[in-house]
């Protein structure tokens, strides 16, 4: 497979080859034919790649004030490198793409191998697409045509949002490429049209559509031509399909629109709205969102689960068959937009003529490779790589922002030897195998299994995958690292353990270590042997400032992510499980209680354990707090004697001899050393967490959620 992508750090746009992803469930994979750059929207995309830093801050000054924000909390350092690795992840270009369908995935209904389809796919000559977000091109469309459907629809949304009747005067404010669309479909409902653009070659199809024009940089009054075509009642509505940060659009649909008058924007322009405008005659105003219901949606998008028809009429896809049933019968004209054509291993030209050619319009791009040359599932990163048996080969399922960022890092510090990177959809794979010296990238997870080359694994994938895939490497024989939580329900983590108690049936086996890199962070490793000199009990406070994530978030999802407390209070549980160097026999919990508006309770909760010696603490972990307090704080009281950890950064010591203080210039919360150590036990044969800790804080960290969710 081959994909565009835009490098949003240095400003490249370039071709990359990637294993072929593989068809999951309500999805299909499409050999692309034709792709259409929407030119505004990847002309946008473009510019800021290539824009320097500073020009990159004033265009999202939001963004400024979260780094300023991190840096109070987590230090300048690790604030530098988390916004360089945010840049550094190169962005695919495309949502307009057209193919033959090959491979379908189960659940899938509706389409088969060999229909052809448009979807909102990116630029890449194979793409992996929900059976929801693509639809059958009928014969009497061509490919090409086909390909304006999806910023068609996005018009066509924008226009029902309108809602036009016969006769009415409506208003098209930039008529570029999805102006231009959303102009014709208003004509298609009788209305009478005024297309407003400074470009005369636009206003000219405009014309030739049936349009009246205004071009306001030849000194034409918009507002003026507006009351004239009206007749001098006002239009009924203005559509705004402009990119810009002036609010002269909106304003001058205020004052040209008649009494409860209609305005939509489509597009993006500055939104200082005058009360007086819109006071007076009542007018309503209303932000377009994309293609239409559905969009956004993960139950609707990535789930399949379609809206009934008689409550939701028009969806993402059924916009998509409308416009195709307009293509058919001839009542939308796109051939006059295509403006240039590109062969797709051509494409850095056709962007550079893109970003010159601020006249252009549509620009095709056209595939023409063989597609079992683009099916390939392995793509060799590094050829004839060799590696030492005797020492760790690595191979790592899930390349996402973790994984990316903290734990591929952590491992090549820690020097291992990276064999394969397996992704879903292949292309993160290979940006992040390249950066770290993966040999190669796949899609295939069963054939990383299979290699006998590869003896260990490291899985950081989504949480409900974790108990399987390990499962599924002890049984290959592999040592695993995998990210936490180990399991989302007690039966897989009893299969878990039936898996790891077969694969040492001999007495000697593979090694299993799941991420807990906070019991390996400097600061506290030297809480640990404080505390190892206390022979009293302890009492311990954990507060994790955890932050809120949406409701619909997959982390928030039981049968997903597990929830936020196996998710991410675990680590918690297991630092605690750690300081205390003592058995947990009681656990009490309780979450917030239901309140209207408040959808998630569960990542609102006290935790407090019992150890076996008498030590006991409270975890408050807590999703409604401020951004910019510290995001972990640890406590221990013991003997007449405080531990107080902030952020793992600054460590203090009250009547500590000979200890008062451990401050770090860096946020250090342990992945380096974890690593390391799973690293070394591989070596060794030496678990680097005792067995039975990890199975304990798996199963404490299930309790806890299913007694929070019985309240």
């Not at 409308?322 to 009542?331: N, Y």
């Amino acid at each position: 497979m081959k994909q565009i992508l835009q490098d949003m750090s240095k400003g490249a746009t370039y071709i990359k080859e990637a294993p072929a992803p593989v068809a999951s469930r309500e999805s299909v994979l499409i050999a692309s034919s034709v792709s259409l750059i929407s030119a505004g929207t990847e002309r946008m995309l473009v510019g800021f790649g290539r824009a320097s830093l500073l020009d990159k801050a004033r265009q999202q000054p939001e963004k400024v004030k979260m780094v300023l924000e991190k840096i109070q909390t987590d230090g300048l350092m690790t604030t530098i490198e988390a916004v360089q690795s945010k840049l550094a992840q190169p962005l695919p270009l495309g949502y307009c793409n057209v193919g033959v369908v090959f491979e379908v995935g189960a659940g899938v209904e509706g389409l088969k191998v060999g229909d052809r389809v448009v979807s909102n796919g990116s630029h890449a000559d194979v793409v992996k697409v929900s059976k929801n977000l693509c639809a059958r091109i009928p014969d009497a469309v061509d490919d090409e045509s086909a390909a304006f459907v999806v910023v068609a629809s996005i018009g066509l949304q924008g226009v029902r949002l309108a809602q036009p009747t016969l006769g009415e005067t409506f208003v098209v404010t930039g008529v570029g490429l999805i102006g231009l669309l959303t102009l014709q479909l208003l004509r298609a409902h009788g209305c009478r049209v005024l297309a407003i653009d400074f470009d005369e070659a636009k206003l000219a199809l405009a014309r030739q559509y049936g349009a009246a024009t205004c071009n306001p940089g030849l000194g034409e009054d918009p507002v003026a031509a507006g009351m004239a075509l009206s007749r001098g009642n006002g239009v009924d509505g203005v559509i705004i399909t402009a990119s810009t940060k002036s609010n002269d659009p909106v304003t001058q649909a205020a004052r040209m629109c008649r009494k409860r008058g209609r305005i939509v924007l489509v597009g993006v322009t500055g939104l200082e709205l005058n009360r007086a405008d819109f006071y007076e005659k009542e007018l309503s105003f209303q932000v377009s969102c994309s293609y239409g219901p559905g969009r956004y949606d993960p139950n609707y998008e990535d789930k399949g689960q379609d809206y009934p028809l008689g409550f939701v009429r028009w969806t993402e896809q059924r916009n998509f068959e409308a416009v195709l049933d307009m293509l058919a019968s001839g009542q939308l004209d796109v051939k006059s937009l295509v403006t240039h054509r590109f062969a797709f291993e051509n494409a850095p030209q056709a962007y550079q003529m893109l970003t010159e050619d601020k006249s252009g319009l549509g620009f095709l791009l056209q595939y023409s490779s063989p597609v079992i040359d683009r099916a390939i599932r392995r793509v060799a990163l590094v050829p004839g790589a060799k590696f030492d048996a005797q020492r760790p080969v690595l191979g790592f399922i899930g390349a996402g922002n973790y994984a990316s960022r903290m734990l591929i890092p952590a491992f090549k510090t820690a020097g291992a030897q990276f064999h394969t990177i397996v992704t879903a959809g292949g292309i993160n794979g290979v940006i992040h195998g390249e950066k770290a010296g993966f040999a190669e990238a796949s899609t295939d997870m069963a054939a990383v299994l299979a290699d006998a080359v590869v003896n260990t694994v490291a899985i950081v994938t989504r949480h409900d995958t974790h108990a399987s895939f390990v499962v599924q490497a002890l049984q290959a024989g592999k040592n695993v690292f995998v990210e936490k939580p180990l399991a989302i329900h007690h039966a897989e983590l009893a299969e878990v353990q039936a898996a790891y108690a077969l694969a040492h049936l001999s007495g000697k086996g593979p090694q299993l270590m799941v991420g807990f890199n906070r019991r390996f962070s400097p600061q506290v490793q030297k809480m640990r042997a404080l505390l190892q000199a206390v022979r009293e009990p302890k009492s311990f406070i954990m507060t994790m400032n955890a932050g809120a994530i949406p409701a619909n978030h997959w982390v928030q999802d039981n049968a997903v992510g597990g929830g936020r407390i196996i998710g991410e209070a675990c680590h918690f549980i297991d630092l605690m499980r750690f300081l205390a160097g003592s058995p947990i026999v009681s656990i009490q919990a309780r979450r917030m209680g239901d309140a209207p508006g408040m959808v998630i309770t569960e990542d609102k909760a006290s935790i407090t354990l019992g150890f076996e010696d008498g030590s006991f603490g409270t975890i408050l972990y807590l999703a409604n707090g401020a951004a910019s307090f510290p995001k972990e704080r640890v406590e221990v009281f013991a003997a007449g004697r405080v531990l107080q950890l902030d952020n793992f950064r600054k460590l203090k010591g009250y009547g500590w001899p000979g200890f008062s203080k451990l401050n770090l210039w860096k946020q250090d919360k342990g992945q380096n050393a974890c690593t390391a150590a799973f690293l070394q036990a591989v070596e060794k044969g030496v678990p680097a967490i005792p067995l039975d800790e990890v199975f304990e804080v798996a199963r404490v960290s299930i309790d806890v959620a299913e007694q929070l969710r019985r309240q």
